[in-house]
Structure formats: C-alpha cells, structure tokens
C-alpha cells in the first residue's frame, strides 16, 4: 500500500503538467512590436518638430529604433515542434502513466523482498518466549562450534557476550578464559589481553553478585600488569579498592582512568563525581568501609 501511494503520488505531480492544454502563442505579437515601432517613430518625429532633436540626432535615432526592432523580431522563438503536435502530451501521459507502475514494481521484484512482510509478521507471532529459546539455541551451537575450533578467538569471545546477555555470567567467564587461552596461543598483544581479562574479571565479579575480590581480583591485576592503562581495568580497580576500604588507592585508580577519557563525555563526568564522594569520605575522620557509587 505504502509502494501504491508514492506511484500515485509521482503520477499526481507528473500528470497533470502534461494534460493541461499548453497557451497558444499570441498571433499578433509581431504587428504589436510593429505597431510599437511606429508609436515610437511618431515621437521622435514630434520632438524633431519642437525643435529637440536636430536632423542628424533623429536620424541616429531612427537607425537606433530599427536596429532594436530587427534584433527583437530575430530573438523569437520559434514553435516548438511538441507544441504544434496537441496530441503528444496526451499520448506521453499516457505512457507514463503505464510505464511507471511497471518500472516500479519490475524494480522491487528484482531488488525487493515479497516474502519480507510476511516473515516479519510470522516471527512478531512467535512472541517473545520462542525469541529467547532461539537466542539460547544459536549460542549453544556456538559453544559447540567452538570445541571443534578452539583457535577460534572472536568466536570465544562473542560467545562469552552472548552469554553475558542471557545473564549467564559463570559462563561468560568461562566463555572470556578460553579466549585468553587462544590470546595468548597466538600471540596476541598485550593491551588486546588486557582488555580480554578486564572483561573476564567484569564477568567473574557479576558472578559472584558483584564482589571483586577472589577470581576477579586476580584478573583485573593480571589486566593492569598487561597494560597499566587499560579504562575497563582501572575502573574496577578503583571498585574493589572500594570495597576493601582502601579509598586512597581507589582515588589513584579513578584519576588515572580520569585523565584517559575525553573530557566532558557522559563516562569522565560520571567518574568525577564518584571522585567527588571519594573526597568527602576522605576528608572524614574516620571513614568506615564504602560500597562503591552506583553506575
């Protein structure tokens, strides 16, 4: 329907151009500039009798006049052929009339996709229940897939997101150390580990509801030995620095992190205000033990 209404549209705006009777030139339009011609001949003839204008001034005049005239009259179009024809705007509406449609949809056949409504229709009647199972089932063959090719790393590590997205983060981390493994197989640099083991110490921390002590702690120092200015690593350093009560570090680690973003980004003014309250504990005689500001 959508389709239907843009050719009527374009056919609305085409047609009616077309079908209207095209203005008939002026058939007297050469004997007005005549007539004009002589209007003004007249004049210069009254002046040149009160005296205005002396015989070699109008006769300079005249030649001026006469050459305006010669020009003007051989400046006219002349007909067009289309216009001495009434019959051919009709006859060309009617092709276009006819062509259009046929264009249009002979060009969706070719790069369109008929079946692509009713498809969409069939999968909103799944509903969100056979979506999910059809989530879990794809990532299950990718887990499978990847134990026929374990050298596979961004099969690893799609995988360990896809299970982070399920909620399944005992997996996930799981999911990241297998990628680790085939990081560092091949070879691959360093600040590419560290980012692999700064999402692995993400996925252990979720696992153990958010504590990043343990296996998490582990992984975020194996990600700042990697590189020392890895963002996803000093932020959760700074958190379990947090957590342990141990504010002085948890500032370092959050100013380091600081001078890495771009300033004025939604990122560096959430990390300063979390900066903020970390002063304001500090400057607390006795700061007790905090959990770390909500992200």
Do not use: F
């Not at 007297?28 to 007249?42: E, I, K």
């Not at 949809?105 to 909103?124: E, F, I, K, N």
């Not at 374990?150 to 997205?165: F, H, I, K, Q």
């Amino acid at each position: 329907m959508g389709a239907l209404a843009l050719v009527l549209l374009c056919l609305a705006v085409l047609l009616p151009s077309l079908l209207r009777d095209a203005a008939q030139p002026v058939t007297g339009s050469d004997d007005a500039l005549r007539a004009l011609y002589q209007a003004q001949l007249q004049e210069l003839a009254r002046e040149h009798r009160a005296g205005n204008l002396d015989a070699a001034d109008l006769a300079q005049a005249e030649d001026e006049l006469q050459r305006r005239l010669l020009q003007e009259l051989a400046q006219r179009a002349q007909p067009r052929a289309w216009r001495q024809r009434p019959w051919l705007p009709r006859a060309s509406a009617l092709v276009l009339a006819v062509l259009l449609p046929v264009a249009a949809w002979g060009l969706y056949v070719q790069v369109g996709d008929p079946q692509a409504a009713a498809r969409l229709a069939q999968a909103d009647a799944m509903g969100h229940s056979a979506g999910q199972a059809q989530v879990e089932a794809m990532v299950a063959g990718l887990a499978q897939r990847l134990q026929a090719q374990p050298d596979n790393l961004p099969g690893w590590v799609m995988l360990a997101r896809s299970y982070e997205t399920l909620e399944r983060y005992a997996d996930a981390a799981q999911a990241y150390q297998g990628a680790l493994q085939t990081a560092q197989a091949q070879g691959l640099e360093a600040t590419e580990q560290a980012r692999l083991w700064a999402d692995l110490a993400d996925a252990q921390a979720s696992a153990q509801q958010g504590r990043l002590d343990g296996a998490a702690g582990a992984a975020i120092t194996q990600a700042l030995r990697l590189d020392a200015q890895q963002p996803k690593a000093l932020a959760l350093a700074g958190a379990a620095a947090l957590q342990a009560g141990n504010l002085r570090a948890a500032r370092d680690h959050w100013q380091a992190l600081l001078a890495l973003l771009e300033p004025g980004s939604d990122v560096a003014l959430q990390v300063q205000d979390d900066l903020v309250k970390l002063e304001l504990l500090l400057r607390e005689p006795a700061a007790a033990p905090a959990q770390p500001p909500a992200r």
